[in-house]
Structure formats: C-alpha cells, structure tokens
C-alpha cells in the first residue's frame, strides 16, 4: 500500500475555520462590483479563542475615514447575517481588524 501525501490527510476543520472559509469565498461575490474598485478588500481569518472570528480590512490610506467606516459597518452586517444562517449568532464574535495600505 502507498502512502497518502500529506495534502490528503483527514482534517475536520472547527466551525470558525468552517465560517471564516465560507465567508472568504461568498462574500468577495458581493465586494467585486464596488468596493474593489474602491480598493478595499477584505479577509476572515479565525482566533485561537474559539468564538471571535478577525475581520482584516485593507484600505487606500488616502480613504476618507467616514467612507472606510461605512463600508465596515455593512461589512459587519453582511457577516452576521450569515452567521444567523447557521444560527451561531449566540456565541460569534466579530472583530475588525483595520489595515491601511
């Protein structure tokens, strides 16, 4: 019998890693038409805590603040209706992590 390479060993991701996957993948969808183009992206990443999932957002640091912030805010919104889908909402935690470029 051969061995298996290591990309192909078992691995059950943890529910954040589950949700930070899903968000990363579905949401761009929704960025591309506009903040994009703004400059603007965004990147999910899950905390060691186990219920905090980190919100990187990068930004043109010649952005006015009010912009950037709006634009987090429906981030935020975005995320946590998708949170509800699988009703984690009791126990996620979101936080943004703000990255000028």
């Given at each position: 019998m051969s061995e298996r390479a290591p990309g192909f060993?078992?691995?059950i991701p943890s529910r954040l890693e589950w949700l930070a996957l899903l968000l990363n993948s579905h949401l761009q969808y929704l960025d591309l038409p506009t903040i994009n183009k703004m400059?603007?992206?965004?990147?999910?990443?899950?905390?060691?805590?186990?219920?905090?999932?980190a919100l990187f957002v990068?930004?043109?640091?010649?952005?006015?603040?009010?912009?950037?912030?709006?634009?987090?805010k429906t981030m935020i919104d975005q995320?946590?209706?998708?949170?509800?889908?699988?009703?984690?909402?009791?126990?996620?935690?979101?936080?943004?992590v703000r990255r000028p470029g």
């Open positions: 060993e078992d691995y400059g603007i992206y965004r990147l999910y990443m899950p905390k060691s805590d186990g219920k905090t999932v990068t930004y043109p640091k010649g952005i006015e603040l009010d912009q950037i912030e709006d634009v987090i995320t946590k209706e998708f949170v509800e889908i699988y009703e984690w909402d009791a126990w996620v935690e979101i936080e943004v």
